[in-house]
């Protein structure tokens, strides 16, 4: 009786249930495994995060000053050519031509 109040109400030398399945070599595998996981899975959040900088940054660096000035030729084009219909000149030949018909 007094081995019994000592070790919580269960016998003395006896394991419960969920501790011999959590100290279990499968469920230290599955442990591991989930810290592995866990792990990699970090550091491809970290690298895609990188990454993902590196590409806007140089977008914003390359790529967006040079679609603003494709767009100011676009519209210095288009007044261009409303001058010129508006004074009376003939339509100017596009820089790269279509194919012949």
């Known amino acids: 009786m007094a081995s019994l109040a000592r070790s919580g ?3 003395s030398g006896s394991d419960g249930v969920i501790s011999r399945i959590s100290n ?3 469920a230290k595998k599955g442990k591991a495994a989930a810290s592995d996981v866990s792990y ?3 550091r491809l959040l970290k690298s895609t995060g990188k990454a993902a900088w590196i590409v806007a940054t140089t977008f914003i ?3 967006l000053p040079l679609i ?3 767009e100011r030729e676009a519209q210095f084009n ?3 050519l409303q ?3 508006l004074l009376g000149a003939p339509p100017a030949q596009p820089a790269f031509p279509g194919p012949p018909k």
Request: charged share 30%; no cysteine; proline share 0%.
């Open 78 to 80: 288009e007044l261009e």
């Open 83 to 85: 001058q010129n219909s």
């Open 68 to 70: 603003i000035e494709m």
């Open 61 to 63: 660096v390359l790529g």
């Open 24 to 26: 279990s070599s499968l």
């Open 9 to 11: 109400g269960r016998k």
């Open 40 to 42: 990699v899975t970090k």
